[in-house]
């Protein structure tokens, strides 16, 4: 099992032409991603070759789901397009769309989470899932890639994993490769993300294949302290957890435009607290967050 991601999931490329979507388009087909599309209106009508597969070019994402029944696009274009390609995927009523692209506008971010919230089918669940912006993406090992994680650190397993730092992402499942994971999500580090930590948190916890889970955070809002919240409420595995950021000076933004801290609100200290108050171990370090892991999965 896993999270949002398998091995039947469609994948659409909207940027497959450009340079990042043709050397991740690569890179994802080789860690097993079933890519049956990509969208371009300029290139409308061509395709695009990588190895011995040929991958059609569509004019629009509504286009590439009608003829190929995508359910998944990743989103490989600059920030000042990256609104539009988002709002088009989301009307064109995607499952779920990752956006890769850092740097794209607060207020735009703002305004296509907005429209997937207000996208919601017969039983009031929205329609369109959004994972970013500046995000690494999802892996689910040994079976798809969406996204830029490099697919040769681990294998498949029993750790769910969810992280702000993509960075940190990569690190721990290289800690923890000799247990595995079940799905890797890289939800971004920008004030406004679509996937928050609760929602991997939620999602892990109902995956049967799941045992056990790692939390990565980082300064800056609340998150953590309201995905401390929900696991005390409703997450029965065990959770680590890691927040980045002790370190960091008061006032300056480190790296994600949403880490900073103002005041004693964001600290690495404060969230440090609150989870554990959730009852879950936070590891000073990655590695010493991959222990208490280790230790934690030993017990089950």
Not at 17 to 30: D, I, P, Q, R
Not at 196 to 207: C, G, K, P, S, V
């Amino acid at each position: 099992m896993s999270i949002y991601l398998n091995k039947d999931s469609k994948v659409i490329v909207q940027g497959i032409t450009g340079g990042e979507g043709t050397k991740h388009t690569a890179l994802m087909l080789k860690a097993g991603t079933n890519i049956v599309g990509g969208v371009n209106a300029r290139k409308a009508g061509t395709t695009v070759l990588h190895g011995d597969k040929e991958i059609n070019v569509f004019g629009t994402v509504k286009e590439a789901i009608a003829e190929t029944g995508a359910d998944v696009s990743i989103v490989f274009v600059p920030p000042a397009f990256t609104k539009d390609a988002v709002v088009e995927a989301i009307e064109a009523g995607i499952g779920l769309v990752v956006v890769i692209t850092e740097g794209v506008p607060v207020q735009d971010s703002a305004e296509f989470w907005a429209l997937a919230q207000s996208k919601v089918d017969a039983d009031g669940k929205q329609i369109t899932r959004i994972i970013g912006p500046n995000c690494p993406g999802i892996i689910t090992p040994g079976e798809a890639l969406v996204g830029i994680t490099p697919a040769n650190i681990t294998g498949k397993g029993p750790i769910g994993l969810v992280s702000k730092s993509g960075t940190l992402t990569y690190q721990m499942m290289y800690e923890l490769r000799d247990l595995g994971f079940s799905t890797a999500i890289g939800i971004g580090g920008d004030p406004i993300i679509g996937t928050t930590h609760i929602d991997a948190l939620a999602a892990f916890e109902a995956d049967p294949e799941t045992k056990a889970i790692v939390m990565i955070g980082e300064i800056g809002g609340d998150a953590e302290e309201r995905a401390a919240d929900f696991i005390k409420a409703n997450v029965t595995k065990p959770v680590v957890g890691y927040v980045a950021g002790f370190t960091a000076p008061e006032g300056k933004t480190m790296g994600h435009a949403g880490a900073i801290v103002s005041g004693s609100a964001g600290t690495a200290q404060a969230k440090k607290e609150a989870l554990e108050a959730a009852g879950v171990k936070v590891g000073k370090t990655p590695s010493e967050t991959a222990k208490l892991l280790r230790e934690v999965y030993a017990t089950l």
